[in-house]
C-alpha cells in the first residue's frame, strides 16, 4: 500500500510554492530585453562546455545509465536560439483581417518532474521557457538522479542572484517520494511531466493542468528507394545517442526484402552486432523479467554490458546489438519499447502496404502518439505512411533520436518534452516549447461581417426536404 504524504513533506512543498510566488513577483515588471538577458546568463552558467561535461559525468556516476559524452548539449543551444526569436511579454500575435491581437502572460509556477535519464538538460531547457516567461518552477528529480539534477538547479540559481534575481525561481527537491510528488503536481499552476507512462498518467490525475511526454517506441521504414548508408549510418547514430536512452530512440526498423541483407550488412559495418537465436533469448531474458516489465539494470547501458549480463562476449567494434524479429504483439517483447542499445529488424514484401501494416501493429504494442521515420526519396511512400501513422512527428531520412526534438537542419521546435496527443494519453501532438508556457488573453476588435448566406453554406441541401 503507498504511503501518505508526511506533515513535513507538505509543509515542504507549500513553502516553495510560496518563494516561487514571491520570486515571480519580483519579476513582474521585467521587459523582453531583461528577461532575454536573464535567460542568456542562466543557460551560459549551466550550459557551458566545461559545465556540461562535468554535470554528464555525474550524471552517469549517480544513475549508472547514458554515456559521458553531452550529446544533448546542442538541444540547449536550439533552445536558447528559438525563444530568444521569439516574444513571450505583450503582444505576441496580430491577426488584422480577424480583428484579433494575442497579449502573452505568465502561467505561474511549473511542477516539473526529471526523468532519471535526463537530469541536466530537461531542467536547463525548462528554466530557459519559463524564466522567458516569467514563470517559476519547481523540479521534483527522480531519485536515482537526484544530486545530478539538484546540482543543475544549484548552479541555475547561484546564476539568478548573480543577476540580482530571486533565486527561488527555480527549485528543486532534495529528498524526493512519489508522495511528495503527487502533493506537488496538486498544488502548481502547470505540471510537466517527462518519464515513464505511471508519472505521466499521475500528472494528469493530479487536478492540474498538465503536459505529459508518453512513452516510445519508435519505428523506422527503410523502403527500396532509401540511400543505404545514409540509413544505417543514421540509425547507428541515433541508436547509441545516450545509449540508446530516449523514448525517440529507433527501437523498430522495417526493411524492404530487396534492400534487407545489403541493408543489414552495412548495418553491422557501422557497428551493429547480429545476434544469433540463442543470444536472442539470452538478450531477453536480461532486458525483460517474467512478466515483460523492462529490467532497469539494462536500460541505457553499452551493448558491451548487456552482452556480458546475457552472457555472450561483444566484440570490441560492436556498439549497438540487432536482432531479427517477424512477429508483432504484446507478447512478443522485441517489437515493444527498447530504451537501451539494442533495436528489432523485421522484413516486408515489396508492397509498401504490408510495410504500413506492421507499423500500425507494432503501434499497437506500444507507443502511440510518439514518432516514427522513414527513409525514402518516394514522396507517395512518406505521404502514405503520414496519412496512417498514429504518431506525432515523422522524421524522413534523419536520425530519429536527434530530429524528433529539434535539429538545426529541420523546423521542429526545440525542446526536451515531445507531445504524444491523445493517443499516447495527453493533450497536445506538437514539440512542448515556448508557446506552452505562457497563456494568452485575445483582444478582439470588429471587422466587415463576415457571413455566407444559408444558401453558400448548406449547398446542395439547401430548400430541400426537411422532413426526416
Request: hydrophobic share 40%; charged share 25%.
Amino acid at each position: 500500500m503507498a504511503r501518505l504524504i508526511t506533515d513535513e513533506e507538505k509543509k515542504l512543498a507549500n513553502d516553495m510554492l510560496e518563494r516561487a510566488r514571491v520570486a515571480m513577483k519580483a519579476i513582474d515588471h521585467f521587459d523582453q530585453a531583461t528577461v532575454d538577458r536573464l535567460i542568456k546568463a542562466v543557460a551560459w552558467a549551466a550550459a557551458n562546455e566545461e559545465t556540461t561535461i562535468r554535470l554528464t559525468n555525474m550524471s552517469v556516476d549517480e544513475s549508472n545509465m547514458g554515456t559521458r559524452v553531452p550529446t544533448k548539449r546542442f538541444h540547449i543551444l536550439g533552445i536558447l536560439r528559438d525563444v530568444l526569436r521569439q516574444k513571450s511579454m505583450g503582444v505576441v500575435e496580430e491577426i488584422p483581417e480577424k480583428g484579433i491581437t494575442k497579449y502573452a502572460k505568465p502561467v505561474g509556477v511549473i511542477a516539473s518532474l526529471i526523468p532519471v535519464t535526463n537530469p541536466v538538460n530537461t531542467p536547463i531547457g525548462l528554466a530557459i521557457f519559463a524564466i522567458k516567461c516569467k514563470d517559476a518552477v519547481i523540479f521534483s528529480p527522480h531519485p536515482r538522479s537526484k544530486k545530478t539534477a539538484c546540482e543543475t538547479v544549484r548552479i541555475m540559481r547561484a546564476a539568478l542572484k548573480k543577476q540580482g534575481v530571486p533565486e527561488d525561481l527555480l527549485q528543486c527537491i532534495e529528498s524526493p517520494s512519489i508522495p511528495l510528488t503527487n502533493y506537488l503536481m496538486s498544488i502548481c499552476d502547470l505540471t510537466n511531466a517527462t518519464g515513464g507512462a505511471a508519472m505521466v498518467k499521475a500528472a494528469y490525475s493530479s487536478g492540474t493542468p498538465a503536459f505529459g511526454v508518453g512513452p516510445g517506441n519508435a519505428t523506422i521504414v527503410i523502403d527500396e528507394t532509401a540511400d543505404i548508408e545514409e540509413a544505417a549510418s543514421n540509425t547507428r547514430i541515433s541508436k547509441t545517442n545516450n545509449n540508446g536512452a530516449g523514448c525517440s530512440s529507433d527501437g523498430n526498423l522495417v526493411v524492404e526484402a530487396s534492400i534487407y541483407d545489403q541493408f543489414l550488412g552495412q548495418l553491422q559495418k557501422e557497428g551493429g552486432y547480429l545476434a544469433s537465436a540463442k543470444e536472442k533469448k539470452q538478450i531477453q531474458a536480461v532486458w525483460w523479467d517474467s512478466e515483460g516489465h523492462r529490467i532497469l539494470e539494462t536500460v541505457a547501458q553499452p551493448a558491451s554490458v548487456v552482452a556480458e549480463m546475457a552472457g555472450f562476449e561483444l566484440p570490441e567494434d560492436k556498439t549497438f546489438l540487432i536482432v531479427k524479429a517477424d512477429k508483432i504483439g504484446k507478447e512478443h517483447l522485441f517489437s515493444s519499447e527498447k530504451l537501451g542499445t539494442m533495436l528489432a529488424i523485421f522484413k516486408y514484401s515489396g508492397e509498401f502496404e504490408e510495410a504500413l501494416d506492421m507499423v500500425r501493429a507494432l503501434f499497437e504494442v506500444g507507443g502511440k502518439g510518439h514518432s516514427c521515420g522513414i527513409y525514402s526519396f518516394d514522396d507517395d511512400h512518406i505521404n502514405r505512411l503520414a496519412l496512417m501513422a498514429p504518431v506525432s512527428r515523422i522524421m524522413v531520412r534523419q536520425a530519429q533520436s536527434i530530429g524528433n526534438a529539434g535539429s538545426f537542419s529541420n523546423g521542429m521546435p526545440m525542446t526536451g518534452s515531445l507531445g504524444c496527443g491523445v493517443w499516447g494519453g495527453g493533450i497536445t501532438s506538437e514539440n512542448i516549447s515556448l508557446k506552452h508556457y505562457y497563456q494568452t488573453t485575445w483582444v478582439s476588435r470588429p471587422i466587415p461581417e463576415d457571413r455566407p448566406s444559408e444558401q453558400e453554406l448548406f449547398g446542395e441541401f439547401y430548400d430541400s426536404e426537411t422532413n426526416f
